[in-house]
């Protein structure tokens, strides 16, 4: 449906609202629209206030940058977690990714971006220079643990961060580059298995 | 990512209202959380009144039961459409697919749903009665032109109004069938082949 007759201008302006999201056309944003007029009012009601209070409520982390309900997340405040190591990612979703597996017991800072020149986003639009102040500033940090993605901006970024870290005596860590579990050797592109050739790792059974 | 760890209570309970969506998973829902977060207050806080004023303020006609902002659709109140056929659709988009062709200038008749035995949709769940007294009542009316989807329960629907309407006078017709434009005949599937050869009419250029 090129042009669209929408029989009502409050859905034309909800199917509207719906079509900015990204991803979501406007053939999906209408039926999203009709799903909800066949909800329960109380349900359509809860979904709109939730939104209301979506950017009044959320917090951002003053220690980490990570969302928040207050001004130091739940994993800043967790006394059990390691306070020697911080590991650094672009944004939230790397903290959730991190955190789902299970394995990393330290704190996080949250860049929000990696260095993109061709988007126009620099070292001061992150949280770059809060990272070097929380490494000057709080003591016993024995560790930075760079998690950012294997592309040319997150190298770029993470580069960045190891130049400025440099004159700390500190230990900077990458994430492992390798072979994917369950993946087959022959579909590997050579970059990444020169590097897991290069790092091969002791065999565990 | 099976086991989910939101940072924030508020950003797990807008994540929810997202993924209640049909066709929105928690990854989708998430990324369009994160979206709306970067936007500035103003806009989210349109999207959520929208929303409050979605299930309070839409109307549905009270002729043809499409969705208005007025009591009677702006189809309805239109003088210049043919108010000698009613197009019985099964919803609002059928409505806007057949406006948006610009090959119709009747009135609708927007039955909210086909008979589904297999849903628990029985005729009176639609609005099948408020057709037969909007003929009966309504002097004039002398097409009911049955737009349903060539489906069992299109097909269903469709005969039940057919004998609903029997009692009167009037012509009862429905959708030509047959290959669509553009489509090569070796793909048709042979039901639609021989309602088409059966159907023929004649060639124009």
Redesign the interface.
């Known amino acids: 449906?090129?042009?669209?007759?929408?029989?009502?201008?409050?859905?034309e302006?909800?199917v509207n609202?719906f079509a900015?999201?990204?991803?979501?056309g406007r053939k999906?944003a209408?039926?999203?629209?009709?799903?909800?007029?066949r909800q329960p009012?109380s349900?359509?009601?809860?979904?709109?206030?939730?939104?209301?209070?979506?950017?009044?409520?959320?917090?951002y982390c003053k220690e980490c940058h990570?969302?928040?309900?207050t001004d130091v997340?739940?994993?800043c405040a967790d006394r059990g977690r390691d306070r020697a190591i911080i590991c650094v990612v672009e944004?939230?979703?790397d903290?959730?990714?991190i955190?789902?597996t299970q394995q990393y017991k330290g704190l996080y800072h949250v860049l929000g971006g990696i260095i993109s020149p061709m988007e126009g986003i620099g070292p001061s639009d992150l949280e770059i220079e809060s990272l070097i102040e929380r490494v000057s500033q709080k003591g016993g940090i024995q560790e930075i643990f760079l998690a950012l993605s294997p592309t040319m901006e997150g190298d770029t970024t993470a580069y960045y961060i190891y130049r400025k870290l440099a004159p700390f005596s500190i230990a900077i860590t990458t994430i492992a580059r390798g072979i994917a579990i369950g993946n087959e050797l022959e579909y590997a592109d050579e970059i990444t298995l020169g590097r897991s050739i290069v790092n091969r790792t002791v065999f565990t059974y």
Do not use: W
């Open positions: 449906m090129s042009f669209q007759t929408y029989p009502s201008a409050l859905l302006a909800t609202e900015k999201l990204p991803g979501i999906t209408l039926r999203l629209v009709l799903y909800l007029l009012t349900d359509v009601e809860k979904f709109g206030n939730t939104l209301l209070r979506l950017k009044h409520e959320i917090h990570n969302i928040s309900d997340c739940s994993i944004n939230i979703k903290v959730m990714s955190e789902n």
